[in-house]
């Protein structure tokens, strides 16, 4: 007599060969057919690094509860199991609270910051009891600016603790996908102990992705002077140590808010309101489940024909005055237009300089499969002399049918242009004159940085360009 536990009861076979058992098994096959929900999720990991880093990871967590119909405490209030199918990618599940078996979903995050400023407010903030308290990291001392500080002095101390706790949070997941870096390339922390971050991470999980979301100076606003020194410290970094790095600055979101949005004094919330949408853009299709899938290592298989030539420009469509909203209409080729359209592009630079080696664009609302592929197929035809002709299909298309919340339809590009030199050369320009004259040198050589390395920083962005 052989007895089995099928699914959730004990089925009894009497004596039989293995033929029959192997037959009254796949009678009750429907029992052992794992549950779609059971699927296990790709993980990311979120790090945020720096004050910049901190306040788009508060923006981009705000959007991501929405769309998975989580509320600021971590408790789900959605309709749509689509919501939950995946939440997995980026939330863990818990279970506990006062009465022992509420389910509550906590992000998957690590918050790190040199002076506590920053992460004080966001514990204080309307997503304070969300994160996990063990998950901020903060020093005391505070960067200044100062990439040395934030890569060999301050950073350095902090950074093994950092480590233990990204490690505790990789081991409990079933298949993790990657590391996504949120911070900004002009100050201390985010440029410093951020490009340290990355080449730890790059020693211990070698063939995980890294994608970094970095905000790199902009050309007319500066936040500070010394920002092209930490600038192009953090991407001769970058260069060697990421996968992905998608590419914002802060003068082309304030342009999309003003000239588009017509929002008239653009506040930092607004621009990482953009920007959030665009990281939530990237991530749809690991998160819900779509027609034409892609995740993070499709995105850099597709994207990124040399393993230097991984800075990319993310854009976005439909960017709109909320008052004109029901003014819209925004069939699949108008959002392509969009996409590769410069008004539509989170940084300053003009494509129609350059020359796309490869995009990648992700639609998501109802829209049909050959509706995408022939609105793309069109516009590389009728825009040939815009893509490199060595490389025949350079678009891809994902699509997910999960809209972003209050739109029916969108859709967001990722693409690789020589175009984005310009924005290397902008700031590589700068850094040439103040480095001529060794200006600010002191404070990066008082912290034991050796001038060999801003000289092999500005050679390196050299061979890029």
């Not at 407010?121 to 960067?143: C, E, H, M």
Request: proline share 5%.
């Amino acid at each position: 007599m052989t007895i089995l536990d099928v699914g959730s009861e004990l089925k009894v076979f009497p004596d039989c060969r293995p033929c029959q058992l192997f037959f009254s098994l796949s009678a009750h096959h429907h029992l052992f057919k794992k549950n779609a929900n059971d699927m296990p999720s790709r993980e990311i990991i979120n790090i945020q690094a720096g004050q910049a880093g901190n306040q788009v990871g508060e923006a981009f967590w705000q959007m991501l509860l929405a769309e998975h119909g989580i509320d600021h405490s971590g408790a789900y209030h959605g309709t749509d199991p689509l919501q939950l199918q995946r939440a997995g990618v980026y939330f863990d599940e818990v279970t506990g609270g006062p009465s022992g078996t509420e389910t509550r979903f906590v992000p998957r995050s690590v918050q790190v910051d040199l002076e506590a400023g920053v992460c004080n407010k966001l514990r204080g903030g309307v997503l304070g009891t969300l994160f996990r308290p063990d998950t901020y990291l903060t020093a005391n001392s505070g960067a200044g600016n100062n990439w040395a500080k934030g890569y060999y002095t301050e950073g350095a101390e902090l950074v093994d603790s950092i480590l233990d706790i990204v490690r505790r949070q990789a081991e409990a997941c079933d298949a993790l996908q990657g590391f996504q870096i949120l911070h900004s390339l002009g100050g201390g922390t985010g440029a410093g102990l951020g490009s340290l971050m990355l080449s730890k991470l790059r020693e211990e999980f070698p063939d995980r992705m890294i994608a970094t979301f970095s905000i790199l100076p902009s050309p007319k606003v500066s936040e500070t002077v010394v920002e092209p020194y930490n600038a192009m410290l953090s991407v001769h970094q970058l260069v060697d140590n990421g996968d992905l790095t998608i590419c914002i600055d802060n003068e082309a979101l304030y342009d999309i808010c003003t000239r588009t949005m017509k929002v008239k004094n653009p506040a930092f919330e607004d621009l990482n309101g953009l920007i959030a949408r665009v990281m939530c853009g990237v991530s749809t299709s690991l998160r819900f489940p779509g027609q034409l899938n892609g995740d993070l290592r499709k995105l850099g298989m597709n994207l990124i024909p040399f393993p230097r030539l991984h800075f990319l420009m993310p854009s976005y469509a439909p960017f709109y005055d909320p008052k004109a909203k029901h003014f819209e209409k925004n069939n699949v080729a108008e959002l392509t237009k969009a996409l590769f359209d410069r008004k539509n592009l989170l940084v300053a630079c003009d494509p129609r300089f350059g020359r796309y080696l490869t995009a990648a664009t992700i639609f998501r609302g109802d829209i049909s499969s050959r509706e995408a592929e022939v609105a793309v197929h069109d516009l590389q035809k009728k825009s040939s002399l815009h893509f490199v002709e060595w490389i025949p299909d350079n678009v891809s298309v994902s699509l997910v049918r999960v809209p972003p919340v209050g739109q029916t339809q969108s859709a967001t590009a990722l693409s690789n242009s020589t175009a984005i030199q310009e924005l290397f050369k902008r700031t590589l320009d700068s850094f040439s004159v103040m480095y001529k004259r060794r200006a600010f040198l002191h404070w990066y050589t008082g912290e034991g940085m050796d001038v060999m390395e801003f000289s092999e920083a500005e050679s390196n962005i050299q061979d890029l360009m």
